[in-house]
């Protein structure tokens, strides 16, 4: 018997359930994908993006990796942002960060964790950009949620940086991004109120 033999039952157990439940669930599910988000979260197993925000298989196009970095020499992510502007037609990007966020705490270290430091060092930047304000918080844990909090910030602005979303608006696309932040103790959302509907609300961040 294979070792994720308990996997695969919670799996025929979850699909019995949904077919009961909605009995042209797959069926129409299998037909097309049109979801409304684009989420770009941490890889931390604690932040599911479909369970945290209540939404079905099909209603929302995920991209997840470590810290919620979006950078413009990242071909994965990028790609991901074109298929869901271009050929998805996605009404909201939410880069969705979380406190306590591991990637974002060992970029606050100064201490070598090996390769994973290539990618730290884009949130060493946002770190850099803001340690005056991070650095006046009593605690380190205000400390890193803080720099959570601001290197949500910046990802935004990285979204609404990329050709894709600067193309798509445009072009006037209906499209809107958003900075979220989850807090794993209690399981709530905050909306870092960052979010940018178009090319007027983005240079208006950048002033």
């Known amino acids: 018997m294979s070792e994720l033999e308990h ?10 359930d949904v077919q009961n439940e909605k009995p042209h669930f797959f ?11 684009l989420w770009i979260g941490c890889s931390d197993s604690r932040v599911p993006a479909n369970q945290i925000t209540g939404l079905l298989p099909g209603e929302v196009f995920v991209h997840r990796n470590i810290a919620n970095v979006v950078v413009h020499s990242d071909l994965n992510c990028l790609s991901v942002v074109q298929f869901a502007v271009e050929v998805l037609k996605v ?30 060092c884009h949130i060493r930047d946002v770190y850099r950009f803001h340690r005056s304000d991070i650095d006046r918080c009593t605690s380190e844990d205000d400390r890193l949620d803080h720099l959570c909090e601001k290197n949500v910030m910046e990802q935004v602005l990285n979204v609404c940086s990329s ?7 445009k072009n006037n696309a209906k499209l809107s991004v958003h900075g979220w932040i989850y807090a ?12 940018m509907k178009g090319l007027d609300d983005f240079e208006k961040a950048n002033r």
């Open 163 to 169: 050709t894709v979303v600067q193309g798509a608006w």
């Open 184 to 195: 794993v103790k209690d399981g709530l959302i905050r909306d870092l109120e960052v979010s």
């Open 27 to 37: 069926s129409d599910l299998s037909k097309q994908q049109a979801p409304e988000y």
């Open 91 to 120: 009404k909201h990007i939410i880069v969705c960060g979380h406190y306590g966020c591991g990637g974002v705490k060992a970029a606050m270290e100064d201490k070598d964790h090996g390769l994973i430091d290539n990618w730290l």
């Open 7 to 16: 996997l695969l039952a919670c799996n025929k157990r979850w699909a019995k």
